[in-house]
């Protein structure tokens, strides 16, 4: 137990997590090609054609994963800003930062793909349904994030700041979600639900899996590279760095 | 009492000072001496518990630091004034203490500005008074709160000489009674004896 | 606790001596609900419907207005870090500065808003379940401002990022607040929104001076 532990903490600091990320990203990579192929080979050649939106539904292939990683990233971003506030572990701040960007694209993502569905469906580029809405102040909480850590100058208080927010936002998360739900049920009429398709085939489910996988492998590659970048430039005065590099 | 062991601080890159240790006995004082930017003020703020260590730590009675023993304890004053211009310094007095906890009549509020040549000036707002005589409402405070050990960055500063050597009385007074100082400072001191430690 | 009620005292004190950052605030929430009108147009129907939405959207935004002030003198002048320092919990006296800025900043709207509810042709109960509301609401505001304002403190372009950070966490409040006069309106019950604004009321009053404490202790770093 006692040596597990002490093993999990080497991997704490950045000078040893540097070269394991590096050997992790090309695995992840393939593993992100692969999910990636097959998840859309489904989701183009294998998945029916929806009777009622056509051809244009396809776009949930992109969409739906994209709004399950948008949320699942923020928190393990919170997880890992927590783990560093805790246990002022390094590395795990990088990591919360690392994140922040992804988490946002995958946001912005589905906020345009959700735009892009909605006007051949509905006619209109926005819809205030609950999802939707949610996922833009979602996108919001990301940007907030970012802008705070960009703000401090100091690495180790923009983590620890950062960390607050980020736990702020993950105890608000549920609230804003069901209040927005609860919002959008009393003002009913404009309400469409766009995760309600009619009759989810079995094929379907299986491409959005797929592609969620996908992006899953993508994101994990991505945010190591990063921590990468961001150990490299936060440790540029020590020298394992300047041997790294060298 | 105090015991201080092993202290490191950085700045960004830049390692201000590592393996900083000494410790106080009542009546003792400590004069801690350095160039502009070699670390005093990080040192004094490291050692009241406003910033976390690199490494090394600071034990009171015996306990580390920071508990709620050690800030019934202290009184620590630095750069800032600290006082609020919009009010008397018999307000700042009072509220201060009354924000600590600690029950201050007027009477002895009042006695406290006395002593530090305020006389006349307690019912002014601080936003008047002149730089030096603002920081004579903030050192007013060590004599209206009971502290074993007093912090003082920089306390010298902006003080005419009459308000120098009656500080130095303070404190001489603070540690014949069996007190504890650490004290920032480029100029020599007005107390006598004391050990140095330069950065 | 006498401590806590010192921070009270001292902030209204202080307030007391300069009025004119406090009046701010209130005369924002004035102007802005007089502008909407003027943008709109008179009729009434339109008005009502919409006067829930905008005496709350200008209740958040002239509460963001006092929020930078909430902790930048005491950072500046050096009383933080006395009061983080002070033998009594930081976390009272941050609690305590909290409600004196929900009297000064939020308890204002609270009793301004019948008043100008009347603008928008609001009727009696209706008057009476939107004051209820910014009660139950405002202060809210004031809890989870300050975990931004403690966050932002010192920080450049910190009034902005401010918003940034804390208006996206408004919005449950915004909703259930607004949404409460808009069923009583409709003739729907609002008992259901009230105590949901007051559930949140009671977390964020356990949970924002701990996390605003927090903040400030790595601010002082």
């Not at chain 1, 998840?39 to 009777?51: C, E, Q, R």
């Not at chain 3, 009297?103 to 509810?117: E, I, K, Q, R, S």
Request: with cysteine.
């Amino acid at each position: 137990m006692r040596q597990s532990l002490i093993h999990w903490f080497k991997y704490g600091s950045p000078q040893s997590f540097y070269p394991l990320a590096g050997r992790m990203i090309p695995w992840f990579w393939a593993a992100a090609a692969l999910f990636g192929i097959a998840g859309l080979w489904i989701s183009f050649f294998v998945a029916p054609t929806d009777a009622q939106q056509g051809e244009g539904y396809r776009i949930i292939f992109v969409h739906v994963p994209a709004s399950w990683m948008s949320m699942f990233i923020y928190l393990v971003m919170a997880f890992w800003a927590g783990l560093g506030l805790a246990l002022n572990t390094r590395v795990s701040a990088m990591m919360a930062q690392a994140l922040a960007p992804t988490g946002a694209l995958m946001a912005a993502l589905s906020l345009l793909t959700g735009a892009f569905w909605g006007k051949p469906m509905w006619g209109t580029w926005w819809v205030w349904d609950a999802r939707l809405t949610s996922e833009l102040i979602l996108f919001f909480l990301y940007l907030g994030f970012m802008a705070l850590q960009a703000a401090i100058d100091d690495p180790r208080r923009a983590d620890k700041a950062g960390a607050i927010l980020a736990l702020v936002g993950v105890v608000n998360i549920p609230i804003i979600y069901f209040s927005v739900k609860w919002w959008n049920t009393l003002h009913q009429g404009s309400t469409i639900n766009l995760t309600k398709a009619p009759s989810m085939a079995q094929t379907m489910l299986w491409g959005m899996l797929l592609m969620a996988l996908a992006f899953w492998m993508y994101s994990i590659a991505v945010a190591l590279m990063r921590v990468r970048a961001i150990i490299l430039e936060r440790e540029r005065h020590t020298e394992w760095v300047k041997h790294a590099v060298e | 009492m105090l015991i201080v062991s092993g202290l490191a601080c950085s700045r960004g890159e830049r390692r201000l000072f590592a393996d900083v240790g000494f410790s106080l006995d009542a009546g003792e004082w400590l004069h801690v001496q350095g160039e502009n930017g070699a670390g005093k003020t990080s040192l004094m703020r490291l050692l009241v518990g406003l910033s976390p260590a690199d490494a090394g730590e600071v034990r009171w009675r015996g306990e580390p630091t920071p508990c709620l023993e050690f800030r019934r304890d202290l009184v620590y004053l630095g750069h800032h004034a600290a006082v609020k211009e919009d009010l008397t310094p018999l307000e700042n007095l009072r509220l201060s203490a009354a924000l600590d906890g600690i029950a201050l009549d007027e009477r002895d509020a009042l006695a406290a500005l006395i002593r530090l040549g305020l006389r006349g000036r307690e019912d002014l707002p601080v936003r008047v008074l002149s730089a030096g005589q603002k920081r004579r409402v903030l050192l007013a405070r060590l004599l209206t709160r009971p502290a074993v050990l007093w912090v003082l960055d920089e306390a010298f500063n902006a003080l005419d000489v009459a308000a120098v050597k009656l500080l130095g009385e303070l404190i001489a007074e603070h540690l014949a009674h069996g007190g504890m100082a650490v004290l920032t400072s480029h100029q020599p001191l007005p107390v006598p004896g004391g050990r140095t430690l330069v950065l | 606790m006498s401590a806590f009620l010192a921070t009270v005292r001292r902030d209204l004190l202080l307030a007391l001596r300069r009025k004119s950052e406090v009046l701010t605030a209130v005369f924002f929430f004035v102007i802005v609900t007089s502008l909407f009108p003027l943008g709109i147009g008179p009729e009434p129907v339109l008005l009502k419907k919409i006067a829930p939405g905008i005496l709350w959207v200008a209740a958040l935004l002239a509460t963001l207005l006092g929020l930078p002030r909430l902790f930048a003198a005491d950072h500046g002048d050096g009383t933080l870090e006395q009061m983080a320092l002070s033998p009594s919990p930081l976390g009272l006296l941050v609690a305590g500065k909290i409600l004196a800025h929900w009297l000064l900043c939020g308890l204002p709207l609270v009793l301004l808003a019948p008043v100008l509810g009347l603008q928008f042709d609001l009727d009696a109960s209706a008057l009476g379940i939107l004051t209820l509301a910014l009660l139950l609401g405002t202060p809210l505001l004031s809890l989870i401002g300050a975990i931004g304002a403690a966050l932002t403190l010192g920080v450049r372009g910190g009034g902005v990022l401010l918003a940034l950070l804390v208006l996206p966490l408004y919005i449950p409040a915004l909703i259930f607040g607004a949404g409460a006069v808009e069923a009583h309106i409709a003739g729907l019950e609002v008992g259901g929104h009230l105590s949901l604004l007051a559930a949140m009321l009671v977390l964020a009053a356990f949970f924002a001076p701990w996390a605003t404490t927090a903040a400030l202790r790595i601010a002082l770093e």
